[in-house]
C-alpha cells in the first residue's frame, strides 16, 4: 500500500513564527511532491510543488524535498492568523498510474 | 476565470434517487479525476480518467460511475444513493508534465442523502 504520511495535529504555533509541517512517502518511484491548503469547508488549494532534492522558496513558504529520506517537508515564516487551516501533502506516483498519493492533513492554528 | 466548475455547489438526495454531479474544465487537461473527502479518511479517489474515452477504478468506485466523452466534461453518477454516500466532492485535473503535474480542485459539491 503506497502511502504519505502526516502528523493530523493540531499544530498550533504563535502569530510570526515559523510553522514546520512534515511528510513522509512509501513509494520511491514518486516524482513529485505538493502541499495544499485547505481552509474548513473549502477546496484544496495548491502552495506549491517540488520534484527536485533541497529547497524551494515562494515567499513565506520553504518546501524541501529529501529523496533518500523519504521526507518532504513546509516551511512557513512569519506565520499570520490567516496561515491557520489543513495542509496537506500529496505525491505524484510513477508515470502512467495518475493515482495521486494524499496524506490525511496537518491541522495548523496559528495564535494571535 | 479559467479552472473547475462544478455543479451544484450542494444538494439533499433521498435515498434511491439517482444523482449525477457536473464537471467541467477549461484548461484542457487530459487527466480528470474525482475524490471524495471524509473526515478523518481523508481525500479518496473514486474514479478518473487519463484522457477523453478513457475511466479507470479509483479506491471506492463502488455506486458511482463516470464517462468523459469530452475532454473538458468529466460527470459523476450516483445510480442509486445510499447514505453513505453523504459526502463532499471534488472534481479535479491535472496535465501530465506542467507544473511538476500539479492537481487542481474544483469547489465542491455537497451532497447529503437522507
Known amino acids: 500500500q503506497k502511502e504519505v504520511e502526516q502528523n493530523s495535529g493540531p499544530l498550533s504555533v504563535p502569530e510570526g513564527a515559523i510553522a514546520s509541517l512534515n511528510c513522509t512517502y512509501s513509494?520511491?518511484?514518486?516524482?513529485?511532491f505538493f502541499w495544499y491548503r485547505q481552509y474548513s469547508g473549502k477546496s484544496p488549494e495548491l502552495i506549491m510543488f517540488?520534484?527536485?532534492?533541497g529547497d524551494k522558496e515562494d515567499g513565506r513558504f520553504t518546501a524541501q524535498l529529501n529523496k533518500a529520506s523519504q521526507y518532504v517537508s513546509l516551511l512557513i515564516r512569519d506565520s499570520q492568523p490567516s496561515d491557520s487551516a489543513t495542509y496537506l501533502c500529496?505525491?505524484?506516483?510513477?508515470?502512467?498510474?495518475?493515482?495521486?498519493?494524499f496524506g490525511t492533513g496537518t491541522r495548523l492554528k496559528v495564535l494571535a | 476565470i479559467a479552472g473547475i466548475t462544478q455543479a451544484p455547489t450542494s444538494q439533499i438526495l433521498a435515498a434511491g434517487r439517482r444523482m449525477t454531479l457536473r464537471c467541467t474544465q477549461d484548461m484542457r487537461h487530459n487527466a480528470m479525476y474525482w475524490y471524495r473527502q471524509d473526515l478523518g479518511l481523508g481525500l479518496r479517489l473514486i474514479h478518473y480518467?487519463?484522457?477523453?474515452?478513457?475511466?479507470g477504478k479509483g479506491e471506492v468506485p463502488d455506486g458511482y460511475s463516470v464517462s468523459r466523452a469530452n475532454t473538458d466534461d468529466f460527470p459523476l453518477t450516483l445510480a442509486s444513493a445510499v447514505p453513505s454516500q453523504t459526502s463532499v466532492y471534488f472534481c479535479a485535473s491535472s496535465e501530465k508534465g506542467s507544473s511538476g503535474n500539479t492537481i487542481y480542485f474544483g469547489e465542491g459539491s455537497w451532497l447529503t442523502v437522507v
Open positions: 513509494d520511491r518511484g514518486s516524482q513529485s
Open positions: 500529496a505525491a505524484y506516483p510513477p508515470s502512467g498510474t495518475y493515482k495521486y498519493i
Open positions: 480518467s487519463n484522457t477523453a474515452g478513457t475511466t
Open positions: 517540488i520534484y527536485s532534492n
